[in-house]
């Protein structure tokens, strides 16, 4: 999406610092005006790019404060437009009192994101690469401040667009069969379609799963923890935290509520959800508590259904049967410490028929198995370099890629419908084209933006 810089818009000011007590606040203005208001509230302007020592002056002239200003002359700036930064010391009162003065000279306050919404629409830079500066702000882990990073300098865009490349040339090659029926060679009975369309698929489908590796650093997963009472699930969210969360003690139904930590896990973000132990009862406040745990296990990227090796095993390994989906659990044998004499291991996790780790919550035993293999369940990747940052829309829209792409190569194998695999081969370009914003509707850019900070 190719937007003509204008100067017939507003000059937009905010705060990009964040609120409270700080060494430095900041200021910032972007648009038209941004220079002339400088010029009233610092007494000069200094040359682009070259910081000047100056006094921030109200209305009456008095001093606000001393700091530092720089200027960014268009085009050459972050937004494209021109840009002043008033660097003072940092303090609501100093913050207010600059955005006052700015206001009174004709500014307005910004929009969340909307400086990064004109550097988009001034070809600054693409719509992935805004995304990411937000990522990056609220990066969770180091992992994923460097992911974003990535998509911020732009690999995530190069990858898209070379996907796009790709297509390109395959449309040429199609709509060439279609535009010259009866030239001597068959575009597509000599293979060669075939061919450069399934090495199309293969290339959504790599960048696909890095964008699903990309996601889950964004977002982390929600990992719900289940089983009967005293079964070890507040001793493995504490053991998994590493720090006494939960209320551990031997009597049955200790946790009534849902209990919530967020973890890194290998550089994932992790957001346990310990539960009330599921079982018939007739306290209304553990009955409550059942259901909570029910409706959140529906809701988990990742179900662990903790099993008391002691305990009825066969009672337990029931809850199995309403679980909604098998590639969503590990079942987590515990108290591997205190195992009974008749434990046969090997047998029982080959029974559960899904993936099964034993492991002792209160020693420590085994964590380092359930957390590979808690890695290992979600499809991420024991090395995160190389990984760009993500979000669920570009996931959403490279599966929609390559669907049209595998729609376009049934109906070429079943009937050569050549011009049905050309508008499916438009269709996943468009879809790839919403990643960058290239093609975009305008209410999606707008809701992609109101989620930014404010001065960002």
């Known amino acids: 999406m190719t937007q003509a810089h204008s100067m017939n818009i507003d000059t937009i000011c905010a705060v990009a610092t964040p609120p409270g007590v700080g060494g430095i606040g900041i200021v910032r203005l972007s648009g038209p005006s941004s220079a002339s208001i400088a010029r009233k509230i610092c007494g000069t302007l200094s040359a682009p790019r070259h910081a000047a020592f100056v006094n921030f002056s109200d209305k009456s002239g008095q001093t606000i404060d001393q700091g530092i200003l720089l200027y960014f002359a268009a085009p050459a700036s972050f937004t494209g437009e021109d840009v002043v930064e008033l660097q003072a010391h940092g303090g609501t009162h100093v913050m207010n009192m600059l955005m006052r003065r700015a206001l009174e000279l004709g500014a307005r306050t910004a929009r969340p994101g909307e400086f990064s919404e004109r550097a988009f629409l001034n070809d600054k830079l693409d719509l992935a690469q805004a995304e990411a500066i937000a990522d990056l702000v609220e990066s969770g882990t180091e992992a ?27 449309r ?30 293969d290339a959504v489908q790599t960048v696909l799963a890095a964008a699903r590796q990309g996601q889950i650093l964004r977002d982390g997963i929600s990992m719900a923890i289940i089983g009967r009472p005293n079964a070890g699930k507040s001793s493995l969210l504490n053991a998994l935290s590493g720090q006494d969360r939960a209320i551990v003690t031997e009597i049955p139904g200790t946790t009534r509520d849902i209990l919530r930590e967020s973890i890194e896990l290998g550089g994932i973000p992790v957001h346990l959800v310990d539960t009330a132990g599921i079982r018939a009862t007739d306290d209304p406040i553990e009955v409550e508590g ?39 659990v590990i079942v987590v044998f515990n108290k591997e410490d205190l195992q009974r004499a008749d434990w046969d291991e090997a047998v029982l996790h080959a029974r559960v028929k899904v993936a099964s780790v034993s492991i002792s919550a209160k020693t420590g035993l085994g964590l380092y198995r359930l957390r590979s ?5 979600v499809g991420a990747t024991e090395q995160a370099e190389g990984l760009f940052s993500a979000r669920q829309r570009h996931v959403d829209a490279l599966r929609r890629a390559r669907a049209h792409l595998e729609q376009g190569q049934g109906r070429l194998l079943q009937d050569a419908a050549a011009e049905i695999l050309a508008e499916e081969l438009r269709l996943a370009q468009r879809a790839l084209s919403e990643i960058t914003g290239d093609v975009l509707p305008d209410d999606l850019l707008g809701a992609i933006f109101s989620s930014f900070c404010i001065g960002k």
Do not use: H, M
């Not at 667009?161 to 395959?170: G, I, M, P, S």
């Not at 809701?299 to 199995?320: C, F, M, P, R, S």
């Not at 293999?373 to 369940?377: D, H, I, N, S």
């Open 144 to 170: 994923a401040a460097r992911a974003a990073q990535r998509s911020l300098s732009g690999e995530f865009s190069a990858r898209v667009r070379e996907l796009q490349e790709k297509l390109t040339a395959l």
């Open 172 to 201: 040429v090659y199609v709509e060439a069969s279609i535009d010259f029926p009866d030239e001597e060679i068959d575009f597509l009975a000599d293979g060669e379609v075939q061919l450069r369309l399934q090495a199309g698929i």
């Open 290 to 328: 059942v259901r909570r745990a029910r409706a959140a296990l529906q809701n988990a990227d990742l179900v662990l259904l903790v099993v008391d090796q002691l305990g009825d095993i066969e009672d337990q390994l029931a809850l199995l049967l309403e679980l909604p989906d098998p590639d969503r």
């Open 373 to 377: 293999l808690v890695r290992t369940r």
